[in-house]
């Protein structure tokens, strides 16, 4: 159905997934087959119809340009990453990260960083307005000091 190999199996380890984490609402034994092969059944169609919906996507947003960026995104990302790190305080960057890159709602995080929603909203506020701040200056590396405890740590 899936119209290739690889994508089939794809599609059958999550058919199996599901019916391992559902097995306990199968109520008769005798219909473990139908069971198994409707599991594996709507997964592939719920493939198919989400390769078809990337596709349309995709075509619709084709184009023949070429952009070519200025810096590799990588070394953006290594920045950014960086002044979070240096700039902000704990709470303030753990926020931030799950909010903004990782897209969780305010609730989950108020729950991961023992918090209230009030206390994101204003951990988050403060966070991006110190980034945005920021956003002009350029980085300031403080020099490494040699630890020797470390060092001899990362000798052994």
């Known amino acids: 159905m899936t119209g290739s190999a690889l994508d089939a199996e794809d599609v059958m380890q999550e058919a199996l997934f599901e019916a391992y984490r559902k097995i306990e609402t199968l109520d008769d034994a005798s219909a473990l087959r139908p069971w198994l092969f409707r599991i594996a059944h709507n ?21 023949d340009e070429i952009i070519l960026l200025v810096e590799p995104a990588g070394q953006g990302a290594d920045r950014a990453i960086e002044r979070l790190v ?7 960057r753990a926020c931030v990260l799950l909010k903004d890159v990782f897209d969780y709602s305010l609730e989950e995080t108020a729950d991961l960083v023992g918090s209230t929603v009030g206390g994101v909203k204003a951990a988050l506020s403060r966070g ?5 701040a920021l956003s002009g200056e350029p980085i300031v590396r403080s020099e490494r ?12």
């Open 43 to 63: 997964r592939c169609i719920d493939f198919l119809r989400s390769r078809q919906v990337r596709q349309q996507a995709e075509a619709n947003f084709a184009e």
């Open 86 to 92: 240096i700039h902000l305080p704990p709470k303030e």
């Open 128 to 132: 991006r307005s110190k980034l945005a």
């Open 145 to 156: 000091q040699s630890d020797p405890e470390l060092l001899e740590l990362l000798v052994l």
